[in-house]
């Protein structure tokens, strides 16, 4: 069924077997009732079994810890903080202001589509070395395919201070010996050794949820408020000062090839 025929078979009629509000009376999700079952939760457990379906209390304990480790830094610089700060200095709404981060955190080279990334491309190196190819050559092409290699190299800094924290934190949880971040190593290795780049942590994070099972998907919809935390400092910062004072410019730093006169303007009505 598709087309016209579907829409008309999808009219008032939304067959789920995720979940529903059956109102002054219960909650399901995925066959369980939401008040019997998930009434000692916490958030991450409760959002892992949403969108997976399974339950891991260890590796939803180390989920957050990743995620506070390394993704939602209270500095105002960074772009998506930025926004949310920039919102806090007009006075606009906590929900619009991390809302503005949130999308503006799925970027190319930072953020959410680097971790999609990373995951893709370590499912991928383990395909093609568990296929006899050797890992210094598929790197080492995908790198020139590319240009890049996700989860390796680092804009602003040579070294990823994130990598010690979080691998300890995996090594406590029993995450920390996997195959997957063990690749993610090895592929370090060849990567410093040909091209001085090093790991960042996205390469990290990935290969542990990858170890931990997760699906491509599964792992970028968990990630998907990793950075939040960070926005939600940045705008606060700025709506704790004077409005409108996040980093102003003068006009005389606007560099402008544009007409040279004065420009009159008029109110019009």
């Given at each position: 069924?598709?087309?016209?025929?579907?829409?008309?078979?999808?009219?008032?009629n939304?067959?789920?077997?995720?979940?529903?509000?059956?109102a002054?009376?219960?909650?399901?999700?995925?066959?369980?009732?939401l008040?019997?079952?998930?009434?000692?939760?916490?958030?991450?457990?409760y959002?892992?079994?949403?969108?997976?379906?399974?339950?891991?209390?260890?590796?939803?304990?180390l989920?957050e810890t990743?995620?506070?480790?390394?993704?939602?830094y209270?500095?105002?610089?960074?772009?998506?903080?930025?926004?949310?700060?920039?919102?806090?200095t007009?006075?606009?709404?906590?929900?619009?202001?991390?809302?503005?981060?949130?999308a503006?955190?799925e970027?190319?080279?930072?953020?959410?589509?680097?971790?999609?990334?990373?995951?893709?491309?370590?499912?991928?190196?383990?395909?093609?070395?568990?296929?006899?190819?050797?890992?210094?050559?598929f790197?080492?092409?995908?790198?020139?395919?590319?240009?890049?290699?996700?989860?390796?190299?680092r804009?602003?800094?040579?070294?990823?201070?994130?990598?010690?924290?979080?691998?300890?934190?995996?090594?406590?949880?029993?995450?920390?010996?996997?195959?997957?971040?063990?690749?993610?190593?090895?592929?370090?290795?060849?990567?410093?050794s040909?091209?001085?780049?090093?790991?960042?942590?996205?390469?990290?994070?990935?290969?542990?949820?990858?170890?931990?099972?997760?699906?491509?998907?599964e792992?970028?919809?968990?990630?998907s408020?990793?950075?939040?935390?960070?926005?939600?400092?940045a705008?606060?910062?700025?709506m704790?000062?004077?409005e409108?004072?996040?980093?102003?410019?003068?006009?005389s730093?606007?560099?402008?090839?544009?007409?040279?006169?004065?420009?009159?303007?008029?109110?019009?009505?």
């Amino acid at each position: 069924m598709k087309g016209l025929p579907l829409l008309r078979y999808r009219e008032d009629n939304w067959e789920t077997e995720m979940g529903a509000w059956f109102a002054s009376e219960r909650v399901v999700l995925r066959g369980r009732d939401l008040f019997s079952n998930f009434s000692s939760s916490t958030w991450m457990e409760y959002l892992y079994f949403v969108i997976t379906g399974r339950e891991n209390k260890t590796f939803c304990r180390l989920t957050e810890t990743m995620w506070v480790l390394s993704t939602s830094y209270p500095e105002p610089r960074l772009w998506p903080n930025r926004i949310a700060a920039m919102a806090g200095t007009t006075r606009s709404t906590g929900v619009l202001g991390v809302s503005a981060g949130i999308a503006a955190s799925e970027a190319t080279i930072y953020g959410l589509k680097p971790i999609k990334g990373a995951y893709e491309f370590l499912h991928k190196a383990s395909k093609e070395k568990a296929s006899g190819r050797l890992l210094e050559e598929f790197v080492l092409s995908y790198l020139k395919e590319h240009k890049v290699v996700p989860g390796y190299g680092r804009p602003l800094a040579p070294a990823d201070e994130r990598i010690i924290p979080v691998v300890s934190a995996a090594k406590a949880a029993g995450y920390g010996d996997g195959e997957f971040l063990k690749l993610a190593f090895e592929i370090e290795n060849i990567l410093f050794s040909k091209k001085k780049m090093k790991m960042n942590i996205a390469a990290v994070n990935a290969a542990i949820a990858a170890d931990a099972g997760l699906a491509a998907r599964e792992y970028y919809l968990m990630a998907s408020m990793a950075f939040s935390a960070g926005m939600f400092a940045a705008m606060v910062d700025a709506m704790d000062k004077e409005e409108g004072t996040f980093f102003p410019l003068k006009v005389s730093r606007v560099k402008s090839i544009g007409h040279a006169e004065t420009r009159k303007w008029e109110a019009r009505l």
